[in-house]
């Protein structure tokens, strides 16, 4: 069988010599890059550094471990507790608005930026994946990955086990059911559950 090519969203510039950018550029812009880069690797053991600090602080006080994550986050809001363990890529794409608390466990795989809003409730064991892969056999060989970003909007309540996916926006006051799978936008004001995640109610 013929592998088919890449179509034109995931088509990308690794394959064009006068691309002078980084890996961390590529990614940076959404392309198709390579994770197998010393650059990127640096960061992410600078970020699981942090990671392990921040649960020996978070166990002197929320305050001292909100110090850490400072220089972990690329943004901390004001107010906010987030219970370690907490599991994250570089932590510098990760962004957490004022009066947030998330519960214990959260994994925010920020390869493109994770946005998340105000008063924001996240359950224990969340995941955050912004990661794609192709679906191109010829590229997965090639080691090559993207990905979009995850935006949560204010005053959002997400239940303990879901999933959201790459590219995903859940606007403000909605409500994700435990253990849903979240692959596509969930509008304002709504309860959305399942696998896939469906909308079944306004608020």
């Known amino acids: 069988m013929a592998i088919k090519a890449p179509d034109k969203e ?12 980084s890996q961390l550029e590529r990614m940076q812009s959404g392309d198709l ?62 962004h957490v608005g004022d009066d947030t608390f998330i519960n214990y466990g959260l994994v925010a795989l920020d390869v493109a930026p994770i946005t998340i809003g105000r008063n924001v409730k996240i359950g224990t064991n969340v995941q955050l994946l912004t990661p794609t892969h192709p679906v191109e056999p010829e590229l997965r060989w ?21 999933i959201v996916l790459a590219g995903v926006t859940v606007g403000e006051n909605s409500v994700i059911g435990a253990g849903a799978v979240v692959t596509k936008d969930v509008p304002a004001n709504v309860v959305a559950v399942g696998n896939p995640a469906k909308v079944v109610r306004q608020i």
């Open 33 to 94: 890059y390579t994770a197998d880069d010393e650059e990127l690797a640096a960061e992410q053991r600078s970020a699981y550094l942090l990671m392990r600090e921040f649960d020996t602080q978070y166990a002197v006080s929320i305050e001292a471990g909100n110090k850490v994550l400072e220089k972990l986050l690329g943004s901390l809001g004001n107010n906010v507790n987030i219970r370690p363990p907490l599991y994250i890529d570089y932590g510098r794409f990760l």
């Open 10 to 21: 995931n088509r990308m510039s690794h394959d064009n010599p006068t691309d002078t950018r």
């Open 142 to 162: 090639k080691r090559l990955e993207a990905a979009k970003p995850i935006v949560i909007g204010d005053n959002v309540w997400i239940g303990s086990g879901t």
